[in-house]
């Protein structure tokens, strides 16, 4: 069935570290990606999105680039901050048929250290 | 501004009771949605509402419930069936059902059972 499968956290970076979150799904049809961020206490927010194959979503300094060959929607970001702390969450939408609910990872937490 | 509410921030309630959850949003949007967030896992879907006066199961409908009998407000209600309550509760909107690019989530509401 449909899933998506994210990197386990919690993940640990020093400001200005390379970051890469991995995120594969498995889907039929041919989804939309995204990624959402929680920071702590609020809600979840739209962080950036890929419609179809070889779209790069991108946002705040993230990004993000649809790969249908590997079924993969893997986060980036070239320099982390300490408000980048959060969880984030893959998720995508299956476009085929009437139900297109999100189905979600399970959230990577990530703290970076001054 | 616009956007979505959620009262109270924190609730306890005792085994055997009843709890209503608010959701209220002033972004004219048709379709509003109930997720439970449990530690480590991803969202999922309790309830959704496409336009006043109705709503639908989601994945883990069981123990809840709702009504829509306002655009503005969906209400969630945990009832004393609902097995293991504890969670984070995360109501949503949006402009159409599933429209995701105009979807905005609440801060939660986190619900402790004692």
């Known amino acids: 069935g449909n899933s998506v499968t994210q990197m386990e956290g919690p993940v640990t970076l020093s400001e200005e570290a390379f970051l890469t979150i991995n995120c594969t799904y498995t889907a039929t049809g041919y989804p939309s990606l995204f990624w959402y961020v929680q920071y702590p206490g609020e809600g979840l927010q739209l962080l950036l999105k890929?419609?179809?194959a070889d779209d790069k979503g991108s946002n705040k300094g993230f990004e993000a680039t649809y790969r249908k060959e590997t079924t993969s929607f893997h986060l980036e970001k070239g320099s982390v901050q300490v408000s980048d702390s959060a969880v984030y969450f893959c998720?995508?939408?299956?476009?085929?048929?009437?139900?297109?609910?999100?189905?979600w990872g399970l959230g990577t937490s990530l703290a970076v250290n001054p | 501004d616009g956007g979505i509410t959620q009262s109270p921030k924190y609730l306890f309630r005792k085994e055997g009771q009843n709890v209503t959850l608010s959701c209220e949003q002033n972004l004219n949007h048709d379709a509003m949605y109930w997720y439970r967030q449990d530690p480590g896992q991803g969202l999922r879907l309790i309830y959704y509402s496409q336009i006043v006066n109705d709503f639908q199961k989601g994945d883990i409908a069981e123990g809840y419930s709702v009504s829509r009998e306002k655009k503005e407000s969906f209400p969630l209600t945990v009832t004393s069936a609902q097995k293991n309550p504890t969670a984070f509760y995360l109501c949503?909107?949006?402009?159409?059902?599933?429209?995701?690019?105009?979807?905005?989530f609440g801060p939660g509401t986190r619900l402790t059972v004692l």
């Open positions: 949503a909107s949006s402009m159409a059902l599933w429209a995701t690019d105009t979807q905005y």
């Open positions: 890929a419609t179809k």
């Open positions: 998720a995508f939408q299956d476009n085929a048929g009437n139900n297109r609910k999100l189905i």
